[in-house]
């Protein structure tokens, strides 16, 4: 096989409003409408369809589970920032108890240690 040439550099119009997008444009810079669909499985790029041309999955189908997918990545990343910051929260709310317990402690500790060698 022949190497492929370089792809054409010409306009795409869009078939929905039928304005013409640079041919590397992915959504119509007027009406926003897909102009390129990527396979979500191999990433195949094709103007048309709803079936990917290389492995033959069906876009509707795939982008679907796919936006699930990121729609609870990005609960879970949400989630975690939350648990994180909510911790350190707690943490700087229970810092002058924490500090004020070691103190009591170590003046306890002091006080028993004084009373043992004061005996
Ligand atoms: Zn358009
Ligand atoms: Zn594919």
Redesign the pocket.
């Known amino acids: 096989m022949s190497a492929a040439p370089a792809p054409p550099v010409s306009a795409v119009r869009c078939p929905v409003c039928q304005q013409d997008n640079a041919a590397t444009a992915q959504f119509c810079i007027h009406c926003h409408a897909i102009l390129i669909r990527r396979?979500p499985?191999?990433w195949?790029e094709q103007r048309a369809g709803n079936v990917?041309e290389?492995?033959?999955?069906n876009f509707a189908l795939c982008w679907e589970t796919a936006l699930e997918r990121s729609l609870r990545e990005e609960d879970r990343v949400q989630w975690a920032k939350f648990g994180a910051a909510a911790g350190a929260f707690v943490q700087i709310l229970l810092l002058p108890f924490t500090s004020l317990g070691g103190l009591l402690r170590a003046l306890v500790a002091r006080l028993v240690a004084g009373r043992l060698s004061g005996r």
């Open positions: 396979c499985k191999c195949h990917c290389q492995c033959g999955a």
